[in-house]
């Protein structure tokens, strides 16, 4: 048996042990990992995945044990003030989620340990040079990137247009999540928390709640409360529709349900980031490929370009830097570090009159200049970029870096690094 009925408290305190102790002993393990970026669909994907697959029927002594993990290290848990907002529903805090501090350097039988990809569909970095070739099964809503087997069976390989990749884990786990429930009576439920087997159905009604609660967050977050026409797909409304059904069938929790209050509550949560640096922002929501020799890195950033501006004015306070070189010299440094040839920076805020919008700021070596103006030539009219003037950043024709007010609002980094990319590759 892999692992019985819990609450996904306990179950990640299992699979944390567990995961801990394949460096010396014979684990059987699915470990399903989310994108490097790790943002809240990478981590409520991975979880009810993993959480749902360990607990489904019929279960063996054979059966593995599947293992959700962040691609982040543990000290990337406080630049996402959302996971804190978001695991309090699930009566957890950051400090019980799987990062990649826990990842053995090596298993005992690395045969036994197989991967599962959500959110993305190609392991990049340490972790693809590592584990690439045992990746068996994928759950994903970007471009295919064709590195995932086409038989993939008994795990999904599922990968297709929708807003969130949690609706799209919702749907491949419902059946399986429907079972469980039905079969709480059978599945020790209540003894494990130490209550009468007449309970079980009342306790595993709000373990289903919390589930619910942490995979909502994501797909509410992805499509704005489902009002993003250009993201949301049937999947995400079937979603929402499915989860929502699961938090009401629990008394406890259907009489204090509010989804527009948990939406702006979650959402509130992520547009903190006041006590983040510089560095930091421009690290939480990042991704980074490689094309043809070339490092790309693409940060997401939910303020206004002239909020980074102020933001490295106040950490600099260096008076031998001109006024206009101060970010240009940040995100220099940041792409240094990180080996970049080219760095965009998408943003997303609100105008003066409310609108939403978005921004793009570009910087270049001089090595891939030729690249990223052959993105710029085609990008601007498939994203509707309008080159704007930003205070404190020096911007001359010709020169980097660019930034562009990108009226095409639909388009987010799922949209924006496949092109980038291909471009790099001419």
């Known amino acids: 048996m892999a692992f019985p009925r819990n609450s996904i408290r306990a179950f990640l305190g299992h699979a944390k042990r567990s995961l801990q102790l394949a460096a010396q002993e014979d684990r059987k393990l699915s470990i399903v990992v989310g994108n490097e970026s790790a943002d809240l669909d990478s981590l409520t994907s991975s979880i009810l995945y993993a959480y749902l697959r360990s607990i489904a029927t019929p279960r063996t002594a054979s059966s593995p ?10 000290s990337g848990l406080r630049l996402r003030p959302e996971f804190t907002a978001v695991c309090r529903y699930a009566n957890i805090t950051p400090s019980h989620l799987i990062t990649l501090d826990d990842l053995p350097k090596a298993f005992r039988r690395p045969q036994n340990v197989q991967w599962i990809l959500v959110d993305h569909n190609k392991l990049q970095g340490d972790l693809g040079e590592r584990y690439s070739q045992q990746v068996h099964g994928v759950i994903d809503h970007h471009d295919e990137e064709n590195a995932v087997p086409q038989d993939t069976e008994p795990e999904p390989r599922v990968i297709e247009k929708c807003g969130s990749c949690t609706s799209l884990v919702t749907r491949y786990c419902k059946s399986m999540w429907d079972n469980i429930s039905s079969y709480s009576l059978a599945s020790g439920a209540g003894h494990a928390q130490g209550e009468f087997a007449t309970d079980d159905i009342v306790v595993t009604q709000g373990w289903d709640a919390q589930i619910a609660k942490m995979a909502l967050a994501s797909t509410l977050i992805d499509t704005a409360n489902l009002t993003a026409w250009c993201k949301v797909e049937q999947a995400d409304t079937d979603a929402v529709k499915y989860l929502e059904a699961k938090i009401l069938l629990s008394t406890k929790d259907a009489r204090a349900w509010d989804r527009s209050q948990f939406y702006n509550e979650i959402d509130k949560a992520k547009q903190d980031i006041a006590e983040l640096t510089l560095r930091e922002i421009l690290s939480k929501d990042y991704k ?4 043809n020799g070339m490092n790309l890195g693409i940060s997401s950033v939910v303020k206004p370009i002239q909020f980074l501006v102020e933001r490295a004015e106040s950490e600099t306070g260096d008076g031998n830097l001109q006024e206009t070189d101060i970010l240009k010299d940040n995100i220099q440094k940041f792409m240094d570090e990180l080996k970049l040839s080219i760095h965009a920076i998408m943003t ?8 939403f919008q978005r921004q793009l700021l570009l910087h270049v070596k001089d090595s891939a200049a030729s690249y990223a103006s052959k993105f710029v030539e085609r990008a601007t009219p498939e994203l509707q970029l309008e080159r ?3 205070r404190g950043l020096s911007e ?20 924006v690094a496949p092109l980038l990319r291909e471009m790099m590759r001419i």
């Open 65 to 74: 044990l599947y293992v959700p993990l962040l691609n982040i290290p543990e």
């Open 288 to 291: 980074q490929w490689t094309e």
């Open 348 to 355: 997303t805020s609100d105008s003066k009159d409310g609108a």
């Open 388 to 390: 704007t003037e930003v």
């Open 396 to 415: 001359e024709d010709g020169h980097w870096p660019a930034t562009w007010l990108q009226k095409d609002v639909s388009k987010s980094r799922k949209q």
